[in-house]
């Protein structure tokens, strides 16, 4: 327990030490800030939720949880300090957690300093505050989700450029199988347990759940075996580069 | 404390390492030649559990490094090839964070990281970015680090690579010193480290031991160990030839230069020799400028033993 601390506090300072977070941090409060307001017509709506809000999360969560992933692994092996690393006495489900552990706590800061928001919507109306408190975290459910496969893809390559690019494609996929726009194209033509399971693996139905302030168990454990399966795909590749 | 049996690891059809046997006590250095691509750094990962053997068994203080692996690490310190960093940390913060990984916190924290600090000379860059050090310095605390939790074993690869002189002389007088109570393992190129600091040798070449003994021992290897070179003055090689054809314990003599006053030449022996040589000097009253018998360099003996076949017909 103690080890996996140690190596989440050395990658959570790797994050501030540059003024890559402090970017990182801006441009999510920007984006999501004008994808609620400009996009969202928040104001226009007249609503005292955060709908519009939360709406956007995936698909900034896209690009922005591969960018903040990316370097997990990748550096490791870029700088050879995974050979360090490994003949410590950690275990590698060790090392796993604590990196995946830090940049998921880092996601949460982000997440948590768009509380402007929420003041804001309590300010005009009175919104359902379990509602909200569903949002976000079916929102940091769906960061860590995307975290993992990150994680999966930052350990394949020492290049954080591949990583990167692999981590938005298998998001992407995750995305699009559920998403209504695509989802209404495949229904004319699919069998339906192939929508079915699509729909299932897919995020977008899992996270609107949240959304609609409903906490299932059984979107939960999407997100949980989501993240669990591609963390131990993680270290299925670390093991097999040391093999 | 290292023990090493028919260890073997192979790269897809690439064997890099062939069945290599040995073992390391206390008190021992280890010192671990060959030529790049031997497959030193190949075995050291195995020892140090990083890379898992294809086939045969490692143990570190008793633990499989293969079944015990938290056990056998937390006994070992170890530096890899190139001394490899988090570069956006600084010294003290790497130091500290690889104590943590070691189980040390708090006081005992301080004083490990005090100790290694004064070892490896980092005072002055201990606040440093580790991505700004000198190469003398980043393998320093590299080194730092891997003594920090005061080993029981220590496997060091390269350690003096692309260091000054200065620097080469330190670390090797480290390494001598700690190895009084660890057992150590390095690998180096440079022969004379052989000499300076270990108390035994083992050459690889590809793959495969191809000599394991006491530098001394490895030093009697070589081509020209024990031959007697001698310089006479004011008497020619012509005139010599006939009275060195007496020696009975004589097996080949060389002419290595001839000039109008000095001759010098090469006694390969067959056994006791130099009484021989003296004996007749002083019959003949040779005039001796210089007479020595070759100890025989171990860069002789890892260029005998490591050239490929085709090339040391070439050299020849
Ligand atoms: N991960 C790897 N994959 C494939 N071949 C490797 C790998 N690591 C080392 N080798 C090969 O194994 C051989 C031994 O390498 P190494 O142990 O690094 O040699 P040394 O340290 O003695 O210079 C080399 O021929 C090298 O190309
Ligand atoms: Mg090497």
């Not at chain 2, 000599?211 to 024990?226: F, S, V």
């Amino acid at each position: 327990m103690r080890t996996i601390w140690t190596i989440a506090r050395r990658e959570l300072g790797a994050y501030f030490s540059s003024p890559v977070a402090y970017v990182f941090i801006v441009i999510f409060l920007l984006l999501t800030g004008f994808f609620t307001f400009m996009v969202g017509r928040f104001f226009e709506r007249g609503s005292a939720d955060l709908l519009t809000f939360f709406v956007w999360h995936p698909w900034l969560y896209l690009f922005l949880v591969p960018a903040v992933g990316m370097r997990l692994w990748s550096e490791e092996l870029r700088l050879g300090t995974m050979e360090l690393l490994f003949t410590m006495p950690v275990t590698t489900w060790q090392a796993i957690l604590g990196k995946f552990l830090a940049s998921w706590l880092f996601l949460l800061i982000a997440l948590i300093l768009t509380f402007p928001i929420v003041v804001t919507v309590e300010y005009l109306g009175h919104p359902d505050l379990g509602r909200i408190l569903a949002g976000y975290g079916g929102s940091f459910l769906t960061a860590g989700a995307f975290l993992a496969i990150t994680c999966m893809t930052s350990s394949l390559t020492r290049n954080q450029v591949v990583s990167f690019i692999l981590s938005v494609v298998v998001c992407l996929f995750l995305i699009l199988c559920s998403w209504p726009p695509v989802t209404d194209i495949v229904v004319n033509w699919a069998p339906a347990w192939l929508i079915d399971a699509l729909a299932n693996i897919g995020v977008m139905t899992h996270y609107e759940d949240f959304q609609r302030g409903v906490v299932d168990s059984r979107d939960l454990i999407f997100f949980f075996s989501a993240i669990v399966f591609f963390l131990f795909t993680t270290s299925v590749i670390l093991r097999a580069r040391r093999a | 404390m290292i023990t090493v049996e028919k260890l073997t690891k192979s790269f897809g059809p690439k064997l890099a390492v062939d069945n290599i046997s040995f073992s390391v006590a206390k008190g021992e250095v280890l010192g671990f030649l060959g030529p790049n691509g031997a497959g030193k750094s190949t075995s050291m990962r195995m020892i140090t559990g990083f890379l898992s053997p294809s086939a045969g068994k490692v143990s570190v203080c008793g633990f499989d490094v293969v079944e015990q692996g938290l056990q056998s690490r937390s006994r070992l310190g170890y530096l890899p090839e190139n001394a490899p960093m988090y570069s956006d940390m600084s010294v003290f913060g790497f130091l500290s964070f690889c104590a943590e990984l070691r189980g040390l916190f708090g006081s005992t924290k301080a004083r490990a990281i005090d100790r290694v600090v004064q070892l490896c000379s980092l005072q002055p860059v201990l606040f440093q970015s580790v991505d700004t050090l000198s190469k003398g310095y980043r393998h320093r605390t590299c080194l730092a680090q891997a003594i920090i939790h005061d080993p029981e074993v220590l496997i060091l690869d390269e350690p003096t690579d692309g260091l000054d002189p200065n620097q080469k002389h330190e670390v090797r007088t480290l390494i001598r010193e700690m190895g009084r109570e660890k057992a150590i393992i390095f690998s180096t190129h440079i022969l004379e480290e052989v000499e300076a600091a270990c108390t035994r040798a083992i050459i690889i070449d590809r793959g495969k031991i191809v000599a394991n003994g006491t530098p001394a021992e490895l030093k009697c290897r070589a081509p020209l160990a024990g031959t007697i070179v001698v310089s006479l003055s004011g008497i020619g090689w012509q005139s010599v030839q006939p009275d060195l054809s007496t020696l009975s314990f004589l097996d080949k003599s060389e002419l290595i230069s001839e000039s109008d006053s000095k001759t010098m030449f090469r006694l390969q022996p067959k056994g006791d020799l130099l009484p021989e040589v003296l004996t007749l000097a002083q019959k003949r009253k040779w005039r001796i400028d210089h007479l020595n018998v070759e100890e025989g360099r171990l860069d002789d003996v890892f260029r005998a033993i490591t050239l490929p076949e085709t090339e040391k017909a070439s050299v020849e």
